[in-house]
């Protein structure tokens, strides 16, 4: 070796500074670099208080460092672990796996625990307390679950875009993920987040991406490939028309469905496809017909039923995606979860233990996944209305957003935000639109007003199950009415008010069902438009039974 390069090593040799101060141990790189020698790359220095080691050299020996370190605590009562540098954390961490005595760790330095920090924390059995700048609520979470009391110096916890779109606060959020958005180009904390996602994350099957950037696909895949991860499809949500552009998507897509199955797919936008829908329908009528009346009314006619057959398709790819969801997620941790949070929540608004439910629907548990907002689903026999319920802030998100919380002109179905998920209310009230062509959402609750459906008494009985318990309601009262809110009535003063709101609705109804209804009774009401939006098609059940 030349003397050049002994130079170049002993300046690439990090010092590690290890102090002793009254029951904590502290550990800095020591800056130092005036009394290095040689000799440092390959031994130590020891003094009464203080000692210093070269990374290489604790590299080389570390069971021997924690050996002694372990006897370093024990001799000195040393209960806490203090770090200067997070960088530095994960080599310390590995020296205190045999120190026992400490509990507690502390990291000085103001940067954001990583996942590998909270990793090798988690293999300390004997460490039950942190203290540190700032970490990730899904950190928290898990740290807890292993006995870790975490305190964060800094209040707000920073999200990067990545986190926040994909709504992961929690550890349950991120491992059973089957979905996720990413938003090119990607920052750094994006970069960091997504591989940590990637560590954790067991059942993920589709990436969207809200662009192509060549480079950004590239490193995606490459972050993919090197957490092996394969069966995947990556959607890219642009409207590329490009050749050389399309070509190169072409080729990507053979050469990593070989290799890694992973596929590329390009999804264009509503707007871009009525768009040229359009510009084609009217190029292609022009010459057909070559009069602009009958070109008109081809493309209207073109455009609805595209518009509509597109509408049918997108649905059922959601319910096609929250199947493999169901299929592939163990829902038995969210259960717990949630069934722990209704606990809590009683104590706090002191409601009785014995009031509250336990959830025990394991496909809908398994939707939380998706979306949080799910508290039931719905089937109308000889209808296509076979979809989860979901419940907002208000009456009005879910008019214009689907189940994945996407802005989308079919909306989903979803109960009255004054109605109680767990607890059924007098009346519980379900919306959906009424998409009369593509027959989707509400779509075909048009059938439920022939005489042909509601005679048939196989078509009588509305399924409803909650989270909570399973439920049979019976039809008795089926309607059109100018548009009124006098049915979506919730809450009422006594039993008198109830019955006589009971008569009022009956007596609507285009056929008698001829079904009793008692004051301590609950219902179920579909609500959705009708006649152009000028009239409401209005559904009453009574609940029958509890069929779980």
């Known amino acids: ?214 480079n950004e696909l590239e490193n995606l895949i490459n972050l993919l490939i090197k957490f092996n991860r394969h069966n995947l499809k990556i959607v890219i949500h642009e409207n590329i028309t490009d050749e050389k552009t399309a070509e190169y998507l072409r080729t990507k897509n053979k050469t990593y469905k070989k290799k890694y199955k992973i596929y590329l797919s390009l999804e264009y936008t509503q707007e871009y496809l009525d768009r040229n829908i359009f510009r084609q329908a009217i190029t292609n009528t022009l010459k057909i017909c070559g009069l602009i009346v009958s070109s008109l009314v081809i493309l209207v006619v073109t455009y609805i039923g595209i518009s509509n057959f597109i509408a049918l398709k997108q649905v059922d790819a959601i319910k096609q995606d929250l199947a493999e969801v169901i299929e592939v997620t163990d829902p038995t941790e969210i259960i717990e979860q949630k069934n722990e949070e209704n606990k809590e929540n009683a104590l706090i608004e002191q409601t009785p233990i014995e009031e509250i439910k336990m959830i025990t629907n394991q496909e809908l548990a398994s939707l939380l996944t998706v979306n949080e907002d799910v508290v039931g689903e719905l089937v109308v026999n000889n209808t296509n209305v076979d979809y989860p319920v979901v419940q907002a802030n208000d009456n009005d998100y879910y008019l214009d957003h689907n189940i994945n919380k996407e802005s989308n002109a079919n909306g989903w179905i979803y109960l009255d935000f004054r109605n109680d998920a767990m607890n059924l209310d007098k009346n519980n009230i379900i919306y959906g639109h009424n998409m009369y062509y593509s027959g989707v959402m509400f779509g075909t609750l048009y059938k439920t007003a022939t005489s042909s459906w509601y005679t048939n008494p196989d078509n009588q009985i509305i399924t409803y199950n909650t989270l909570y318990e399973n439920m049979e309601f019976q039809i008795f009262s089926i309607y059109r009415v100018p548009e009124t809110n006098d049915y979506l009535k919730v809450f009422f003063d006594d039993d008198a008010d109830f019955l006589e709101f009971i008569d009022m609705i009956t007596s609507r109804s285009i056929y008698d069902f001829n079904v009793p209804i008692q004051a301590d009774d609950k219902i179920i009401t579909l609500s959705t438009c009708s006649n152009n939006g000028t009239k409401r098609l209005v559904i009453h059940a009574v609940l029958k039974n509890n069929t779980e």
């Open 1 to 214: 070796m030349s003397i050049y390069d002994m130079i170049l090593m002993v300046n690439s040799v990090k010092k590690i500074l290890i102090s002793l101060y009254n029951n904590s141990i502290f550990f800095s790189y020591k800056t130092n670099n005036s009394s290095i020698s040689n000799d440092l790359i390959n031994t130590n220095i020891i003094s009464n208080n203080e000692l210093i080691f070269s990374d290489i050299y604790i590299s080389e020996n570390s069971k021997i460092i924690a050996s002694f370190l372990k006897e370093l605590t024990i001799q000195y009562n040393i209960s806490k672990a203090i770090i200067s540098k997070i960088d530095l954390s994960p080599l310390v961490l590995s020296l205190l796996k045999k120190a026992t005595n400490i509990t507690a760790v502390e990291i000085k330095e103001d940067e954001t625990l990583t996942y590998s920090i909270c990793e090798a924390l988690i293999e300390l059995n004997h460490i039950k307390s942190l203290n540190c700048y700032n970490l990730q609520p899904f950190m928290i979470e898990l740290l807890d679950k292993f006995g870790i009391t975490c305190t964060s110096r800094c209040e707000i916890l920073y999200l990067s875009n990545f986190m926040e779109t994909n709504n992961l606060l929690r550890y349950s959020n991120i491992y059973y993920k089957t979905t996720i958005r990413i938003t090119f180009p990607l920052s750094l904390e994006d970069l960091k987040d997504l591989e940590d996602f990637f560590k954790i994350n067991k059942y993920l099957k589709v990436i969207h991406i809200n662009k192509l950037i060549n």
